[in-house]
């Protein structure tokens, strides 16, 4: 299993930036993907940026010019820098890690971080 932690989140200014942090730990053969989700209260999570083992990455619209994904593979972790922040961004972001349990199975699963709020005041 994957152990996912988030510090990271807090409170910033329209126009500002922030950036998140995750990172993965637990016994598994190897992770394939880690990425970030956020959720407002009552909605379905929506992507915010992903990032595979070959650095292949994914944004949703509404951050894509604004937010970079990047990863250490070493580290087993992900970063989020986020810019140009307004109050639509505000929402409780997830870490998600899709990884292989074993070398036997090529499935992956994916276990999610806790949550981190993110607050964009106006």
């Known amino acids: 299993q994957v152990q996912v932690a988030e510090p990271g989140g807090g409170l910033v200014q329209v126009g500002g930036s922030l950036n998140l942090s995750c990172h993965a730990s637990g016994s598994f053969f190897e992770i394939k993907q880690m990425g970030w989700y956020r959720q407002d209260q009552g909605n379905q999570r929506e992507l915010v940026a992903t990032?595979?083992?070959?650095?292949?990455?994914n944004y949703g619209d509404s951050v894509k010019g604004r937010f970079t994904i990047s990863r250490s593979y070493v580290k087993k972790q992900v970063f989020l820098q986020m810019n140009r922040l307004k109050p639509e961004d505000t929402r409780v972001y997830y870490c998600?890690?899709?990884?292989?349990?074993?070398?036997?199975?090529?499935?992956?699963?994916?276990?999610w971080g806790p949550g981190t709020q993110v607050t964009v005041s106006s």
């Open positions: 990032i595979t083992d070959e650095s292949i990455t």
């Open positions: 998600a890690v899709d990884f292989r349990p074993s070398d036997v199975r090529m499935e992956t699963e994916r276990s």
